[in-house]
C-alpha cells in the first residue's frame, strides 16, 4: 500500500510563507497529477494545487499567483511553497496521488495549516 507522508504546516501570520512537502513511499503515477487539497472547517475538500509529472499544473484561483506547487519524479515528492497567506488558506492540506492512473485515489494523512495574527 502506498503512503503518502506530508510535512510543514504550521501556524503563521497573514502574509506570512510556509512550505508544505510530500512523499510517496512507493512508485506512482508520473501521468496522474499530484498535488494538493485542502478543507477548511465546515466546508468540502478543494482543489489547490496539482501538477503531473511532465510539470503541467493546475491552481485553483484563489491560490495563483501566491503559491507555487513542484514536483520530482525521480524522488516521488511535491511540494507547495505558499507564499502571501491569507486568514482564508487555512485549513487542512492533503496530499494526493494515484499509483496507477486508473487505481482509486491515494490521501495523506492531512497536515494543519492555519493562517492568523
Known amino acids: 500500500q502506498v503512503q503518502l507522508v506530508e510535512s510543514g504546516g504550521g501556524l503563521v501570520q497573514p502574509g506570512g510563507s510556509l512550505r508544505l512537502s510530500c512523499a510517496a513511499s512507493e512508485s506512482i503515477s508520473i501521468i496522474y497529477p499530484m498535488g494538493w487539497y485542502r478543507q477548511a472547517p465546515g466546508k468540502q475538500r478543494e482543489l489547490v494545487a496539482t501538477i503531473t509529472g511532465g510539470g503541467t499544473t493546475n491552481y485553483a484561483d484563489s491560490v495563483k499567483g501566491r503559491f507555487i506547487v513542484s514536483r520530482d519524479n525521480a524522488k516521488r515528492t511535491v511540494a507547495l511553497q505558499m507564499n502571501s497567506l491569507k486568514p482564508e488558506d487555512t485549513g487542512v492540506y492533503y496530499c494526493?496521488?494515484?499509483?496507477?492512473?486508473?487505481?482509486?485515489?491515494?490521501w495523506g494523512q492531512g497536515t494543519q495549516v492555519t493562517v492568523s495574527s
Open positions: 494526493n496521488a494515484r499509483k496507477t492512473r486508473s487505481s482509486p485515489d491515494l
